[in-house]
């Protein structure tokens, strides 16, 4: 399973470091690959789900819902959503004062909240593409940073024997 560490986490969703370290103390959006247990100096691993459930509770909270809003509702997506769904089939409505699950017949909304009127979609399909197409970004750039970094190895040893040889 791949990670990325909190800095590539905040890079790839926008979040700040203080972000991140808020929503883990917090439970909000805990690492699932390894979390700090509270402990300074350890080291917090993402998945691509983590970094999925970053993004929408970011967006949820530039769109003007509270923290303790959208813990609720995301402890509550956690507990309705059946395992062989899939995060990104999820659709959330919000007005910026409850948050609203689509059903998967689209027939109803689901209240998270138990109150509320409907104003907007966030769409975790499109955020999951985001992700993903910032993560190729990333590997991409990674490999290219790797691949340069062994040709200059290379280059210097080459040198070194010949100046040594």
């Known amino acids: 399973m791949e990670s990325f560490t ?21 439970n909000l959006v805990v690492p699932s ?10 080291r917090r691993l993402y998945s691509f789900r983590d970094l999925v459930a ?22 509550y997506l956690r507990r309705t959503a059946s395992m062989d769904e899939h995060l990104a089939s999820v659709r959330l409505v919000t007005d910026g004062q ?34 993903e197409e910032d993560v190729t970004k990333f590997e991409l750039d990674r490999d290219r ?3 340069m970094l062994r040709r200059v190895e290379d280059d210097v040893k080459s040198e070194a024997e010949a100046a040594n040889g």
Request: charged share 25%; proline share 1%.
């Open 33 to 42: 690959i390894q979390g700090s247990g509270g402990r300074p100096g350890r």
């Open 54 to 75: 970053l993004r929408v509770v970011k967006s949820l909270l530039d769109n003007g819902m509270s923290v303790q809003r959208v813990r609720r509702a995301w402890d």
């Open 145 to 147: 940073f790797l691949d």
């Open 98 to 131: 409850t948050i609203f699950r689509v059903a998967q017949n689209e027939d109803e909304l689901l209240d998270a909240l138990r109150d509320g009127q409907l104003a907007f979609f966030v769409a975790i399909n499109e955020i999951t593409k985001s992700v």
């Open 6 to 26: 909190a800095q590539q986490a905040s890079a790839l969703t926008g979040c700040t470091a203080h972000q991140l370290r808020y929503w883990d103390t917090k």
